[in-house]
């Protein structure tokens, strides 16, 4: 009985600009306080929608709602930008509800509140926000995390919220001080496994929390870089022209497939518009090996502070391995 009623008090947390009053215990968030922007609240989620896109049985999505059913883990109802209602499994574990509550959940209510969500990794620099975007598997999060090893500060994990300021530049949001990792990446970046709690039992993928390193501000864009597996030797960062670049913002969006159901197309059209103006995008062609990670993130580094205007630094298309030797 006390462990219900403690669950149902709701506790105040802070994430990508907004409030969340929750009645399910989330401790990768930042405690806050204030009126809420989010309600998160456990309860009774409805089977189906009115008028609904999606695959019934997994997701339902119209243009104010959106429901995930996951068998074992949680039902989830994500309402108008302001309400998530979790309807838990019988035996489940609070870690895996939490999981898909900041990952898909979280990115649809970002996508109803018009903020735009990509599937990014961000750090903050003197220059701005630097982002490392791609699917899964690319490599975002570890680059991310071994550029927090040099004293780098982090912005977002996985899912990165992206708004225009009143000037209609785009900014980065700070989101979850937390980052997840492949057991070998944290091997390679000097963390220790038995310290770290596993995303899922049946996973060799380990959370680790970032709260001394992580950015309580937002900051402005600055470059988005895409991680790109190569058989080179030697990693190479090639610019992206104009099309490319607002390609790569489309194919980024999170959870993109969700967009026709929200009805959200064309405020996502003008912030991914302005977002691929506004920064640097770049693919990164990089070694699979984690023994060329730090030449990695030394490249990187050196191009994002590079001056402006430097043509090795700017060149569309251009590879940039040569500045290898300058670093």
Request: glycine share 8%; with cysteine.
């Amino acid at each position: 009985m006390w462990f219900i009623i403690a669950r149902m008090l709701k506790r105040a947390f802070t994430a990508y600009g907004l409030i969340f009053h929750s009645e399910w215990e989330i401790p990768e968030l930042l405690e806050s306080s204030g009126d809420p922007d989010v309600i998160i609240r456990i309860g009774e989620v409805p089977g189906q929608l009115d008028s609904f896109f999606g695959k019934p049985d997994l997701y339902q999505v119209n243009e104010n709602e959106f429901l995930l059913k996951l068998e074992g883990i949680a039902n989830f109802w994500v309402k108008d930008g302001k309400e998530i209602v979790i309807q838990p499994a019988p035996n489940h574990l609070d870690s895996e509800v939490r999981l898909y509550l900041l990952g898909t959940c979280l990115g649809v209510l970002l996508h109803q509140r018009g903020i735009l969500a990509l599937h990014a990794s961000a750090i903050e620099t003197a220059a701005g926000a630097v982002l490392f975007s791609g699917p899964s598997g690319v490599g975002k999060s570890t680059l991310m995390a071994a550029f927090l090893k040099r004293d780098y500060c982090m912005l977002a994990d996985d899912v990165t919220g992206i708004v225009l300021d009143r000037n209609g530049c785009p900014i980065v949001l700070p989101a979850i001080p937390r980052t997840k990792l492949w057991a070998d990446a944290v091997k390679h970046l000097g963390h220790d496994l038995n310290t770290l709690p596993r995303l899922r039992p049946s996973e060799e993928k380990y959370e680790l929390g970032v709260r001394e390193l992580f950015a309580h501000q937002p900051a402005p864009l600055h470059r988005i870089y895409l991680p790109t597996s190569s058989n080179k030797v030697q990693a190479e960062i090639i610019r992206l022209d104009n099309i490319g670049s607002f390609q790569a913002v489309l194919d980024n969006t999170y959870r993109e497939m969700f967009l026709n159901g929200l009805d959200r197309r064309k405020s996502h059209f003008f912030l991914s518009t302005a977002t691929a103006n506004q920064a640097v995008i770049s693919r990164v062609l990089r070694p699979d090996d984690l023994s060329k990670l730090d030449d990695l993130v030394k490249l990187i580094e050196y191009d994002f502070t590079g001056p402006a205007g430097d043509e090795s630094l700017t060149s569309i298309e251009k590879p940039a391995s040569e500045l290898v030797g300058k670093i």
